[in-house]
């Protein structure tokens, strides 16, 4: 056992309510961003999709990255997930509501218009109130591909804990929105049998 003298004391307090004060500003000051616009060409590639990744505060891997990037590049000719039409002021709020609708992690914005120029969701926001707004917001999920998972079961028997149970499991994402579906196995000790099924993840 230690004593700490009055001096030390105040200053551990000192140190310890800075490093609280400094992690509440950071907080404060790099909330996360959920919908990021970009230009239609930069949505289309890895770098731009981990522009948005790190603006939602969401690390993806890079085959992630890659496979969000081919999906927004697949949809250039056809309708994105959701197109929005509405008046200026009300730009930024639509998007929101539609990325969390659909349960995204984060969203990307990008002007068809301009294919080549980021858009500027502020200046769109001072357009005339009449103006109609036409932009294409790409919903990202940042789900693997392919999970997999080991399940250990410990029981305490006559004060010992003791493994009766192991299994193993693998499951592919079936849905964007991460539902997945696999297969489980394993082996019963106390029973000495082996067990096999089918997993579902949502």
Do not use: C
């Amino acid at each position: 056992m230690f004593s700490l003298t009055k001096r030390q004391a105040a200053i551990l307090l000192g140190v310890v309510l800075l490093v609280l004060g400094g992690w509440l500003l950071w907080k404060h000051f790099n909330q996360p961003e959920p919908v990021t616009p970009l230009s239609q060409q930069q949505a289309e590639t890895p770098a731009g999709v981990d522009i948005a990744a790190k603006n939602a505060h969401i690390d993806m891997l890079q085959s992630q990255l890659n496979e969000a990037a081919q999906q927004i590049a697949e949809l250039k000719n056809r309708p994105p997930n959701t197109i929005i039409k509405t008046v200026p002021v009300k730009v930024i709020e639509t998007v929101e509501v539609e990325r969390k609708k659909s349960g995204a992690d984060f969203a990307i914005v990008t002007d068809p218009a301009s294919p080549d120029k980021p858009v500027n969701l502020e200046e769109v926001a001072k357009l005339p109130e009449g103006t109609t707004v036409n932009l294409n917001q790409y919903n990202v999920f940042a789900y693997r591909k392919v999970i997999r998972g080991v399940n250990v079961f410990p029981v305490l028997d006559s004060g010992r804990v003791k493994v009766y149970e192991v299994t193993v499991d693998v499951s592919r994402r079936v849905t964007k929105d991460g539902k997945y579906i696999g297969v489980a196995a394993g082996y019963d000790f106390k029973h000495n049998k082996a067990k096999a099924g089918i997993r579902y993840s949502f």
